[in-house]
């Protein structure tokens, strides 16, 4: 069974901080990952997608990674700002059988202070 | 283009009440699922479904909760003689049939009083 841990839970950095959110998964056997964040009492906006075959994927200030071999990606988010002040979600699809359930972790609360 | 839309944004059913949640995935997508958001706790898959078949069915209660995705109109799922426990947020997400990236809807947060 499939399961997928985020470290840290939460996390509170001053403006302007490079950081990393990390995500690990216990089955290497995956058909993509997917970044999410979510507003408090919002619904789920996409982040970024990787694919299996892929290593990472950019988008803006954004930059996420997976190794599949050691059970990892991590999302890198460069001059964070107050705006991106969320929870951030990993989530897998597990392909085969699970094709198109996404397995989530529990999450890092990001604060981001000016 | 139009996102995945939801509707009611909240619900507010008494105990032993009839839910029932829509969902209007993205336009060109064909494939739809269905999550639940439990208090203080993560998301967890219910369902999947296609244009008339249901794909996965693994996260589903076994009692009291069905999901149809029809050939015409939204999706829906529905929570016969609900309970306390099924208050949580409902979030629907869409994707299409080349790429499994998945859009998410803004939720229905269901009360049961």
């Known amino acids: 069974k499939q399961e997928v841990t985020q470290i840290p839970a939460a996390l509170s950095v001053p403006e302007g901080e490079n950081l990393v959110l990390n995500c690990s998964f216990t089955?290497?056997?995956?058909?993509?990952l997917q970044w999410f964040r979510q507003d408090p009492g919002k619904g789920l906006t996409s982040l970024l997608l990787?694919?299996?075959?892929?290593r990472e994927q950019t988008s803006g200030r954004l930059n996420a990674s997976l190794d599949k071999s050691s059970g990892r990606s991590t999302l890198y988010i460069a001059a964070s700002q107050p705006g991106d002040s969320a929870t951030y979600l990993c989530a897998l699809n597990a392909g085969g059988t699970s094709y198109g359930k996404l397995t989530f972790g529990q999450g890092t609360i990001l604060t981001v202070h000016p | 283009n139009a996102g995945v839309m939801q509707n009611p944004r909240h619900l507010v059913r008494r105990r032993g009440q009839e839910a029932r949640l829509r969902c209007s995935p993205m336009k060109g997508h064909s494939h739809v699922y269905w999550y639940r958001q439990l208090p203080e706790e993560g998301l967890k898959f219910m369902v999947y479904l296609q244009k008339e078949n249901i794909i996965d069915e693994s996260g589903m209660p076994k009692e009291r909760f069905s999901a149809e995705f029809p050939k015409e109109g939204p999706s829906i799922l529905r929570i016969q003689q609900v309970v306390r426990g099924d208050s949580a947020a409902y979030f629907c997400?869409?994707?299409?049939?080349?790429?499994?990236?998945?859009?998410f809807g803004p939720g229905t947060r269901l009360t049961v009083t």
């Open positions: 997400a869409s994707s299409n049939r080349w790429r499994n990236e998945q859009y």
């Open positions: 990787i694919q299996s075959s892929q």
């Open positions: 089955d290497s056997a995956i058909y993509n």
